[in-house]
T-cell receptor
Framework: KAGVTQTPRYLIKTRGQQVTLSCSPI?????VSWYQQTPGQGLQFLFE???????NKGNFPGRFSGRQFSNSRSEMNVSTLELGDSALYLC????????????FGPGTRLTVL | AQTVTQSQPEMSVQEAETVTLSCTYD???????LFWYKQPPSRQMILVIR??????QNATENRFSVNFQKAAKSFSLKISDSQLGDTAMYFC??????????????FGGGTRLMVKP
């Protein structure tokens, strides 16, 4: 089985722009979670989607949003980018709502200038 | 809310030796999972080992084993016969297990492990 894929792998944006990141889960997996990793804050949970519904949301401003499609692929969007949004964004997938193990993609490295 | 603490920011070990990484957590939950993930320089997060809180037996996966002390809320990772490829950041993580908990991981701050030849 192919692993979790994320596109693009690298992205450079300027302050005020918006960005959309994509995540394709492992085939058959229906839960997708997003995490932000920064040197200062470490790994922080953004949100989780299951069956096209957001199940959990972390403590991030409303500029961070996401969605999931019927094929379980997920996108996250960050509007009005700030310098502090520079981070590695990791996507993880699980087979279902209580699958307990998450498998991570390679991440998207976002740099905001 | 849960918290996960890794008190060793950096560690080093000689190749072929054994090293133990520490992790403590704080939770009021009784049903949960604990994980160790490895993040090598490639940044790909790789699952190392998983422990169900209701199981008293410590999980083992080849050279990796854990010492799970539920009452003490401690979850350490032992790496035996360390290999150069074990060089990575290691993250301890907690996940609540309930019908409405979802799949949300709470991570510790990580321990950078360097295996020296």
């Amino acid at each position: 089985k192919a692993g979790v894929t994320q596109t693009p792998r690298y992205l450079i944006k300027t302050r005020g722009q918006q960005v959309t990141l994509s995540c394709s889960p492992i085939s058959g997996h229906r839960s997708v979670s997003w995490y932000q990793q920064t040197p200062g804050q470490g790994l922080q949970f953004l949100f989780e989607y299951f069956s096209e519904t957001q199940r959990n949301k972390g403590n991030f401003p409303g500029r961070f949003s996401g969605r999931q499609f019927s094929n379980s692929r997920s996108e996250m969007n960050v509007s009005t980018l700030e310098l502090g949004d520079s981070a590695l964004y990791l996507c993880a997938s699980s087979p279902g709502p209580l699958a307990n193990t998450q498998y991570f993609g390679p991440g998207t490295r976002l740099t905001v200038l | 809310a849960q918290t996960v603490t890794q008190s060793q920011p950096e560690m080093s070990v000689q190749e072929a030796e054994t090293v133990t990484l520490s992790c403590t957590y704080d939770t009021s939950e009784s049903n949960y999972y604990l994980f160790w993930y490895k993040q090598p320089p490639s940044r790909q997060m790789i699952l190392v080992i998983r422990q169900e809180a209701y199981k008293q037996q410590n999980a083992t996966e080849n050279r990796f084993s854990v010492n799970f002390q539920k009452a003490a809320k401690s979850f350490s990772l032992k790496i035996s016969d360390s290999q150069l490829g074990d060089t990575a950041m290691y993250f301890c993580a907690f996940m609540k297990r309930s019908n409405n908990a979802g799949n949300m991981l709470t991570f510790g701050g990580g321990t950078r492990l360097m295996v020296k030849p």
